[in-house]
């Protein structure tokens, strides 16, 4: 079905707004995806702070093109949507390919991810990595670790230290 004029104009920009707005995108083929599995799928991505959009394709690749993000190789063949985040990528990239891991009729075709393409594989791949604050956490105790270290063994120290004097204090002085 031919759309307007005007609503071309108007998805060239939501495109071109959504492509400058966001470092990360996360397309699929969503052929014979129920409108319950969608919902389903677009609550999680929300959940993840992101969006998920149905796009028109030649008027994508003209907002790919005019915005300057690079697509990656057969990309916009065939009904696609495109998973949208600036915030959590692994949470978009996670709720995406589980949905793919259930559901036959949704597949990862590759992300633009801070400018760098990606395959379907690599997206999988991200999707295993853990939630962003389990990774956050980690991190906050490797850096940790050395500081604790360092106490220990200055908590070690001063124990030995105290343990001399305390045993030296009860030790009975004979006068010579």
Not at 138 to 153: E, K, N, T
């Amino acid at each position: 079905m031919a759309i307007s004029q005007e609503r071309k104009k108007a998805l060239m920009t939501q495109y071109k707004e959504l492509l400058s707005d966001n470092s990360a995108l996360i397309m699929t083929a969503y052929s014979g995806l129920s409108v319950k599995e969608l919902e389903s799928l677009r609550h999680r991505i929300r959940e993840a702070g992101g969006s998920f959009h149905i796009i028109k394709n030649n008027l994508a690749e003209r907002a790919f093109n005019e915005v300057g993000v690079p697509l990656p190789e057969g990309a916009l063949m065939g009904p696609t949507a495109i998973g949208f985040t600036s915030e959590d990528v692994i949470g978009v990239a996670k709720a995406i390919v589980d949905l793919a891991r259930e559901v036959e009729f949704i597949r990862v075709k590759g992300a633009v991810i801070d400018g760098l393409i990606y395959d379907e594989n690599q997206v999988m791949h991200l999707a295993d990595l853990p939630p962003l604050p389990v990774v956050q956490a980690q991190m906050l105790s490797v850096l940790q670790a050395p500081a604790r270290q360092v106490a220990g063994v200055l908590i070690g120290s001063v124990r030995q230290l105290i343990s001399v004097f305390k045993a030296y204090s009860e030790t009975e002085v004979t006068p010579a």
